[in-house]
């Protein structure tokens, strides 16, 4: 008895031990990227988008006018599943132009792009990945959520960045692709994601191509925050810039006339390749 008395009290010594090891960057970096993935949304979005998209002289060149939804299944769970769609209004060579993407919370997304010229919906796959949207700074990859699961994390140390004129003392996580097809697939071998220390918010994404040279930022320029049905904080992204630092080009993206949960009043059935040519909104 004196001895299994003896062999438990040695193993709970190592377990305080165990657990009174420091964290390392890996896995803080991936605790805070778990964190940021996990943030509470809202069910039901609908509004207007517009994306602004300037030259390398830093001239306008196009203004894109577009109607927008989203509606999550399963909020909060494993088998979480946000479903969005986009319509183009302006200008006419877009107008009728749009996209549905089925983000997953533990699958692949699954991405289509209708394109008026030829009348067919074509889903986005491979490589199309990190074709432009639409003529914008954005790729078809950049848009929706990131998948946590396809990289791995690293905390690289704090930060500041300057925020409507403030600076905000942020962490910097670098995320690798797990994978050579993945880093194909994107287009990046390497992002640096600079988190808001006390909303977890994304003030600055870089990104780096597949040789680890930088090659854009995506910079927030606006949010709001209100709360979901469930009651939670959501922290809700309503303005981008995504500087392409190769071509010397960006674009932003707008979000307006925003409304949220009841408000949005949006049917789960309009997310739909049949629906991406009907007038939803």
């Known amino acids: 008895m004196r001895l299994t008395n003896i062999a438990i009290i040695t193993l709970m010594i190592l377990a305080f031990a165990i657990a009174a090891l420091p964290e390392t960057t890996v896995e803080m970096g991936t605790r805070l990227m778990k964190m940021n993935d996990d943030q509470p949304i809202f069910?039901?979005?609908?509004?207007?988008?517009?994306?602004?998209?300037?030259?390398?002289?830093?001239?306008?060149?196009?203004q894109k006018k577009l109607?927008?939804?989203?509606?999550?299944?399963?909020?909060?769970t494993p088998s979480e599943k946000e479903n969005y769609i986009c319509y183009f209004l302006a200008p006419a060579d877009d107008a009728g132009n749009a996209y549905l993407?089925?983000?997953?919370?533990?699958?692949?997304?699954?991405?289509?792009?209708y394109l008026k010229g030829i009348r067919k919906a074509k889903k986005v796959t491979g490589a199309d990945k990190k074709l432009s949207f639409f003529g914008s700074d954005f790729t078809n990859g950049d848009l929706g959520k990131p998948d946590f699961t396809e990289c791995n994390y690293n905390y690289l140390g704090d930060r500041q960045i300057i925020f409507k004129g403030k600076p905000f003392n942020c962490y910097m996580i670098e995320s690798i692709p797990k994978t050579d097809e993945i880093m194909r697939d994107t287009g990046y071998g390497r992002k640096i994601t600079y988190l808001e220390k006390k909303t977890l918010l994304t003030l600055l994404l870089e990104f780096y191509d597949e040789n680890k040279?930088?090659?854009?930022?995506?910079?927030?320029l606006r949010f709001t925050s209100l709360k979901n049905m469930k009651g939670q904080m959501v922290f809700y992204y309503t303005g981008y810039e995504m500087k392409n630092l190769k071509r010397g080009t960006k674009t932003e993206l707008l979000f307006n006339n925003m409304k949220f949960e009841q408000e949005a009043n949006i049917s789960p059935n309009i997310f739909t390749v049949e629906y991406m040519t009907r007038k939803w909104w």
Do not use: H, P
């Open 101 to 113: 993407m089925y983000n997953f919370k533990a699958l692949a997304d699954i991405k289509y792009a």
């Open 213 to 220: 040279i930088k090659a854009k930022e995506l910079r927030l």
């Open 43 to 62: 069910q039901k979005v609908k509004g207007d988008a517009m994306l602004n998209i300037y030259g390398s002289t830093g001239v306008l060149k196009f």
């Open 67 to 76: 109607v927008m939804a989203t509606y999550t299944e399963n909020m909060g």
